[in-house]
């Protein structure tokens, strides 16, 4: 399976309180420089990169950034609506129809953007919710958040590329409307009734994590749909949004979810496992090649699951016997 890296894991590690970010050092650096710096650090270990529209890659930066990555390619290009104060209460639900407007042309601008370097699209709507009970006409919002998103899906469709929407709870919105896989299929299957049929789910692990959703259920259910569209790997506690090394925390619902992906064929059409990673005090590089590495180790152990056999243990719902097999896999008894 080809890998992806989102390119904010090179960053200065911002947080709210260290808003210099712990690494200060690194807060000067363009992108150009951490692509630089990623992909003379991982090599092949990456083989394509994420990047935010236009905060990390537009127009004017375009060639430089080609050149730095040395022949590895861009594979995803995101929505930064979230990082523009403008967008403070909201892009595509903003209340002002002058400042909802200019959302939904960023947003289209990133799409077009994407599909004339061949790239896919991803919409994470962070900021897209409200922060108080009674704050928010929700109606109101719903429709709007899914006529933009309709807009940059229907200009995917136009350059043959895929839209993938991300959900998570919170953060920065304190209550994200798409906040999970149900919200996130009622927004895929609204636009489907639309006749636009490219658009798919990004599974963010840590983002699932934190609402206690199965990544390996979820991951056999939408692969059952077709809607299986894009991974961002990582792990955490499960409070927050931690952006951890692979294989951290959360192992066997890792392990699961490779077996999952396994059973799916997910990456045999070119889908990428994209790491979106968030080291806050440590190197980097080393942080995402652990990543990787580890997650080797993960699919190397789900490849050495008897399939056969789990599947006739979960046919009878025996998970004493399911374990055993896990176990074997693991090198135990």
């Given at each position: 399976m ?27 650096d363009?992108?150009v ?8 650090g ?12 236009p ?10 950034i ?19 104060p ?10 002002d ?18 599909g ?7 919409i ?16 109101d ?5 899914i ?13 043959g590329?895929?839209l ?11 209550k ?7 919200m ?14 490219n ?30 569209g ?11 949004d931690d ?10 619902e890792t ?8 059973r ?8 990428r ?9 440590e ?16 699919d ?8 056969a056999?789990?599947?006739e ?6 998970a ?14």
């Amino acid at each position: 399976m080809k890998t992806s890296l989102g390119i904010w894991a090179m960053g200065p590690m911002i947080t709210r309180f260290v808003p210099g970010g712990y690494k200060p050092d690194e807060a000067g650096d363009t992108t150009v420089e951490r692509v630089r710096r990623a992909v003379e650090g991982l090599g092949d270990l990456i083989d394509d990169y994420e990047f935010h529209y236009p905060q990390e890659l537009s127009d004017e930066n375009l060639d430089e950034i080609r050149d730095a990555l040395g022949g590895h390619g861009i594979y995803v290009v995101a929505t930064g609506l979230h990082l523009d104060p403008l967008f403070a209460r909201g892009g595509l639900v903003n209340p002002d129809p002058a400042i909802r407007d200019e959302a939904v042309r960023r947003t289209v601008a990133a799409a077009d953007f994407a599909g004339q370097i061949g790239a896919q699209f991803v919409i994470w709507p962070g900021g897209e919710g409200y922060n108080y009970p009674f704050q928010t006409p929700y109606a109101d919002s719903w429709a709007w958040l899914i006529e933009g998103i309709g807009a940059a899906a229907e200009t995917c469709r136009e350059h043959g590329i895929q839209l993938f929407l991300e959900h998570k709870n919170s953060e920065p919105a304190m209550k994200i409307l798409m906040r999970n896989i149900g919200m996130t299929l009622h927004v895929i299957h609204s636009l489907r009734a639309q006749g636009l049929d490219n658009v798919k789910v990004n599974m963010d692990w840590q983002h699932l994590i934190m609402n206690g959703e199965s990544l390996g259920e979820y991951a056999a259910m939408l692969a059952a749909q077709g809607l299986l569209g894009h991974q961002h790997a990582n792990s955490g506690w499960g409070t927050f949004d931690d952006d951890n090394m692979v294989g951290a925390t959360a192992f066997m619902e890792t392990l699961e979810l490779a077996l999952e992906l396994r059973r799916a064929n997910y990456g045999a059409n070119g889908e990428r496992l994209g790491f979106d990673l968030y080291p806050y005090t440590e190197d980097a590089v080393a942080a995402v090649r652990r990543s990787v590495l580890q997650w080797r180790f993960i699919d190397g152990v789900a490849a050495k699951i008897d399939d056969a056999a789990l599947r006739e243990a979960q046919n009878a719902k025996d998970a004493v016997r399911a374990y055993e097999l896990v176990y074997s896999a693991l090198g135990g008894e």
